[in-house]
């Protein structure tokens, strides 16, 4: 089984089985306008294997990682491997200084590089998200990836057997970098879309919506909702995700109220991404649906 080659914050890997349960009955198109690590997208595809596909995400580095692994699966697994090798054959303090070497490389690809290193800026990708800090990805106002290394001693940076599975099934994705509502064109009655924005925060301090240059607020949250709305008119089959509210304030009625209309569930799931380990822990996520009403 295929599974993201990535490691994402808010990943949804632990609450496929959740998610699941609100597929529509046959998938034959999809669409997933903030692919991130994309845990629901492979399972999509390999359940469903629909016939029409479009994921999205606003940055553009992981959607270049996505394409490369599609396009040039057995030159990226290469590039990989030299890089796995390496790391694993250095000594701690030597893995530290290439982690901080391939990161400057790195951002240097990403704001100065042209097309033809896109291979190697992918592998970079990978190789930082295997040996950061906790697999985060967050760039600073700059644009610049800024995460520490992790000190990890053996992680698995070139997973070859994965790579080539998630090739095969993305061969017929199509990508697309932007705003989540620049994917409304491929929307009709026939699409199911899962939609994963960054979460709104659960308190003053936990703002971490830090996956590209651009902020996603209150606004924001309102503007998706929007969204939603017009293409649940037209006919289209939605499973939304985000923070629950109530977590923090049992009172704070923020995405009932915005989707008033829509079946809302809340469901357990584990905070994985967290720099203290005593704060990760089991929370509420809420699943926002229209399923049970389109069919």
Known sequence: MAKPFVKWAGGKSQLLSEIRKKYPQQVNKYCEPFVGGGAVLFDILQTFHPQEVLINDINKELINTYFQVKNQCEILIYQLRELQNIYRNNTQEERK???????????????????????????????????????????????????????AKNPLICDENNLRECSELLQNVQMKVGDYKECEYFVDYNTFLYIDPPYRPLTGTSAFTSYSENQFLDKEQIELAQFIERITVKKSSVIASNSDPKNIDINDNFFDELYSTFEIERVSASRMINSKAEKRGAVNEILISNVASIF
């Open 97 to 151: 200084s290439l982690f901080y070497e391939k990161r400057n490389r790195y951002n240097d690809l990403k704001v100065n590089g042209n097309e033809e290193e896109n291979v190697e800026k992918a592998a970079l990708f990978i190789f930082l998200n295997k040996t950061c800090f906790n697999g985060l990805y967050r760039v600073n106002s700059k644009g610049f990836f800024n995460v520490p290394f992790n000190n």
